[in-house]
């Protein structure tokens, strides 16, 4: 095993679960893989041409677009400073591409944020880290937002 994985949501947690990450890839001289994955298309997006229209396809794709060049642009600043990455942008079930992605890669760990909701947050909408550390037969490192 010679991969590392890190769970990437441009969200608050990315930049201290990326850090963690890139630090362990280089300390073992690992690849550093990473992985976002975007929520997949609407069932009925197209359909919507209306000009109350909140969501087409032109809008998804100008969206997973941007997710790709964020993705890269993360990528190159790694590569810059010596870490050797490999990112990957899915569309699917976050828990799910997140798992088959570590065994496709047999990754040694997976790196994912803890945004520190609430257990309310969790029973209603539940919790991708969480769902991670249920399933996951890898290691799973719970990266910690930091609180402002």
């Known amino acids: 095993m010679s991969e590392i994985l890190a769970c990437v949501d441009f969200s608050d947690a990315t930049d201290a679960v990326v850090a963690a990450a890139a630090a362990q890839a280089v300390d073992t001289g690992q690849t550093l893989h990473l992985l976002h994955v975007a929520a997949g298309e609407p069932e009925l997006a197209g359909y919507d041409q209306g000009p109350v229209a909140a969501h087409t396809r032109d809008d998804r794709a100008d969206e997973l677009i941007d997710e790709h060049h964020r993705l ?59 769902a991670l550390l249920k399933h996951s037969t890898r290691p799973v490192v719970v990266v910690p937002v930091a609180q402002r």
């Open 72 to 130: 890269r642009a993360l990528a190159a600043r790694l590569e810059a400073d010596g870490v050797t990455v490999v990112p990957l942008l899915v569309m699917g079930s976050t828990p799910q591409k997140i798992l088959e992605e570590a065994d496709r890669i047999d990754a040694s760990a997976i790196f994912a944020g803890s945004h520190g909701h609430g257990r309310l947050h969790h029973l209603l909408v539940g919790s991708v880290t969480e």
